[in-house]
């Protein structure tokens, strides 16, 4: 059977922004924002929704509650064109809800709800079918919790034998030992963590200090995503930066990294070179920057328009 779609395997959350937000709104009962909005995210779910308006054809593996913003997630997603099918609804945890506050120059700070329905996924709600069959699967939420953690390896282990891409990004909430996440590391193909997460994760502080002790633990090409100076990779024949894009007009940072992953795991579903995918990748996160919210990005033509205007 020839392999035609991604799957992407993590956290979906249903989204309130608010923007601008000042760090001393405590100060005050009430703070006046210019807007509220309300959105889905989630790093499996932003991945899912920027690949399919890229053209990807993409699945969704993940978990939300039975409540009205279940529904909305759903319902957003299908709208999307991406494969809703294998999103677990269930009873016993309400959709895990992020309240984002977002300064002036847009950065953001999340408040969560802990016991909800992405904080509890369980290893049956896994269709191994579906990942068999993948070209790529993305592992979106690594370190979420120690139950989907176990989940994702044995998701990876199925696609691996199946001869899928594997790819993972960090989120960091609940960061263990390099030793306990070993047998997951052999696994993957590549990893998307941010600077600070893989700084926290390996404790090391330079980039190149930081991709060693990956590959040490078996990844096979170590992809940090660098902020304003793009990304930085590695393995083991090469390592290179690959610059970020300067037309852009800087919103929200919301999903900056999850648009990022999207756009590398294009170039991948696409059979492109490293770099070309770092550039796709670099351009899809430069994109999504100029929206509220991490479902922004409309389609490739935006990508490509961004990577025709150069880089830094």
């Given at each position: 059977?020839?392999?035609?779609?991604?799957?992407?395997?993590?956290?979906?959350?249903?989204?309130?922004?608010?923007?601008?937000?000042?760090l001393d709104f405590q100060k005050?009962?009430?703070?006046?924002?210019?807007?509220?909005?309300?959105?889905?995210?989630?790093?499996?779910?932003?991945?899912?929704?920027?690949?399919?308006?890229?053209?990807?054809?993409?699945?969704?593996?993940?978990?939300?509650?039975?409540?009205?913003?279940?529904?909305?997630?759903?319902?957003?997603?299908?709208?999307?064109?991406?494969?809703?099918?294998?999103?677990?609804?269930?009873?016993?945890?309400?959709?895990?809800?992020?309240?984002?506050?977002?300064?002036?120059?847009?950065?953001?700070?999340?408040?969560?709800?802990?016991?909800?329905?992405?904080?509890?996924?369980?290893?049956?709600?896994?269709?191994?079918?579906?990942?068999?069959?993948?070209?790529?699967?993305?592992?979106?939420?690594?370190?979420?919790?120690?139950?989907?953690?176990?989940?994702?390896?044995?998701?990876?282990?199925?696609?691996?034998?199946?001869?899928?891409?594997?790819?993972?990004?960090?989120?960091?909430?609940?960061?263990?030992?390099?030793?306990?996440?070993?047998?997951?590391?052999?696994?993957?193909?590549?990893?998307?963590?941010?600077?600070?997460?893989?700084?926290?994760?390996?404790?090391?502080?330079?980039?190149?200090?930081?991709?060693?002790?990956?590959?040490?633990?078996?990844?096979?090409?170590?992809?940090?995503?660098?902020?304003?100076?793009?990304?930085?990779?590695?393995?083991?024949?090469?390592?290179f930066d690959v610059p970020a894009?300067?037309?852009?007009?800087?919103?929200d940072t919301t999903g900056a990294?999850?648009?990022?992953?999207?756009?590398?795991?294009?170039?991948?579903?696409?059979?492109?070179?490293?770099?070309?995918?770092?550039?796709?990748?670099?351009?899809?996160?430069?994109?999504?920057?100029?929206?509220?919210?991490?479902?922004?990005?409309?389609?490739?033509?935006?990508?490509?328009?961004?990577?025709?205007?150069?880089?830094?």
């Open positions: 059977m020839k392999k035609n779609n991604v799957v992407c395997f993590g956290l979906t959350v249903a989204d309130i922004l608010a923007r601008p937000v000042s005050h009962d009430t703070t006046l924002v210019d807007e509220i909005a309300y959105a889905v995210g989630g790093d499996a779910f932003n991945e899912a929704h920027a690949l399919a308006h890229m053209g990807v054809p993409v699945k969704l593996i993940s978990n939300v509650g039975s409540d009205i913003w279940g529904d909305f997630i759903i319902k957003t997603g299908v709208e999307a064109g991406i494969d809703m099918e294998y999103v677990v609804r269930q009873n016993k945890y309400p959709t895990t809800t992020s309240i984002v506050l977002i300064q002036q120059a847009g950065e953001r700070n999340f408040i969560c709800n802990k016991e909800s329905s992405a904080m509890n996924f369980e290893p049956e709600y896994l269709d191994i079918p579906s990942i068999e069959n993948a070209k790529v699967l993305s592992l979106a939420s690594l370190y979420t919790c120690e139950e989907m953690d176990a989940a994702f390896l044995e998701a990876a282990k199925a696609a691996k034998k199946a001869g899928a891409i594997i790819t993972a990004d960090t989120i960091a909430l609940n960061v263990r030992s390099l030793e306990c996440s070993a047998e997951l590391f052999s696994l993957l193909d590549f990893i998307f963590p941010n600077y600070e997460e893989a700084s926290i994760i390996t404790k090391e502080t330079s980039l190149d200090g930081i991709a060693k002790v990956f590959l040490e633990y078996g990844v096979r090409n170590v992809v940090i995503k660098n902020g304003i100076h793009g990304c930085y990779i590695q393995n083991l024949n090469e390592k894009y300067k037309n852009t007009r800087l919103i990294g999850d648009n990022f992953a999207a756009g590398f795991i294009y170039g991948l579903f696409m059979d492109l070179p490293i770099r070309q995918c770092a550039a796709y990748a670099n351009a899809a996160a430069a994109v999504s920057i100029q929206y509220l919210g991490a479902g922004g990005l409309k389609n490739l033509k935006e990508v490509e328009d961004m990577m025709a205007g150069g880089c830094q």
